[in-house]
């Protein structure tokens, strides 16, 4: 039986595949990140092979350029999820407290992790339900978890926990 090739995203793929998850309004309003969000509120997206910032990811992809390192993405706004690029600034742990004291807010922190509970929601841009239905068929053929984390391109760690069911929990075994 031959077997489903992983999944390549070029970068306009991963692109529009960001994009698609946000509530784009008008230039001024807030863009909410509808995907993966930490318990703060902040949303995380899959790019590339790395969980990123949404709001730092937003920033970079409207202006072109790397986020500064060392910084977080800061929202004018206050709102966590918001994916707005005109909303984001890139500051420190310093400046975020120095904006929050100055604006009386205590509310929210600093980005923390990600909660990876939700399989779809977080996962979406890396596998499909239908990678890891393969990878559950590659198991019972024989496959060690090493190989297959090589043919999908994820670590094995990450294979261990979709196949123990910690992640992807809605999907039928
Ligand atoms: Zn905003």
Partial sequence: MPVMPAHHFSKEEAEAAFWAKVTIGRSGECWPWRACRDKDGYGWAWFGDKMRRAQQLAWELHYRKPFPSGMSGLHSCDTPPCCNPVHVWPGTQADNVADRDRKGRHRYGLPTKPQMDRGEACWNAKLRNVDVATM?????????????????????????????????KHLPA
């Fill in 136 to 168: 559950r068929r590659l198991v019972h053929e024989g496959w060690t978890q090493k190989r297959i984390a090589a043919r999908f391109k994820v670590s094995r760690a990450h294979v261990s926990k979709i196949l123990s069911g910690r992640l992807w």
